[in-house]
T-cell receptor
């Protein structure tokens, strides 16, 4: 049982480039979320999904897109990377409401 | 929406000393969760509190939910170097569709 798998683990982008961070879970969890973590800022919610075909914005959605075509996958797209998007990104999933969140290993993204 | 403030932001303790981190909300919380993130790692769930005044223990860790369900604390007795990391409180918000987190308390234990 792999849990939540994120790829890549590390990425360097040039300003203006686009890319997709992958997230997959094999626990049949309905809820999935993306967070970014910056020093002193904690975990800030970017986008979340409560099931296939349903997504919504979190606290800091600008510059990011998501889709949820299957229960297992929840990719995060950076449309045009900016240095302000340099961060560590975590994907998380939960079985349902009021349950524990399982996190992926994280993606360390640097935008130069 | 519901938010929690977490204090302190940083804490350095000598090994063997106790440590406490607090999460405070201006509104009543339905539940609160605690997570630990080791340096370079990802957050890992520790516990969830739901009931007013609830106290739960995990070895040297004691978790409390306030009587008014507006605050919570995590207390570590006799810290060890393995306790190093950042501790986050989290709560289900937005009609229980998403988990939001406090800013975290980074604990450093000096051997």
């Amino acid at each position: 049982n792999a849990g939540v798998t994120q790829t890549p683990k590390f990425q360097v982008l040039k300003t203006g480039q686009s890319m997709t961070l992958q997230c997959a879970q094999d626990m049949n969890h309905e809820y999935m979320s993306w967070y970014r973590q910056d020093p002193g800022m904690g975990l800030r919610l970017i986008h979340y999904s409560v099931g296939a075909g349903i997504t919504d914005q979190g606290e800091v959605p600008n510059g990011y897109n998501v889709s949820r075509s299957t229960t297992e996958d929840f990719p995060l797209r950076l449309l045009s990377a900016a240095p302000s998007q340099t961060s560590v990104y975590f994907c998380a999933s939960t079985l349902g409401q009021n349950t524990e969140a399982f996190f992926g290993q994280g993606t360390r993204l640097t935008v130069v | 929406g519901q938010q929690v403030m977490q204090i302190p932001q940083y804490q350095h303790v000598q090994e063997g000393e106790d440590f406490t981190t607090y999460c405070n909300s201006s509104t009543t919380l339905s539940n609160i969760q605690w997570y630990k993130q080791r340096p370079g790692g990802h957050p890992v769930f520790l516990i969830q509190l739901v009931k007013s005044g609830e106290v739960k223990k995990q070895k040297r860790l004691t978790f409390q939910f306030g009587e008014a369900k507006k605050n919570s604390s995590l207390h570590i007795t006799a810290t060890q170097t393995t306790d190093v990391g950042t501790y986050f409180c989290g709560l289900w918000a937005g009609g229980y569709q998403k988990v939001t987190f406090g800013t975290g308390t980074k604990l450093q234990v000096i051997p």
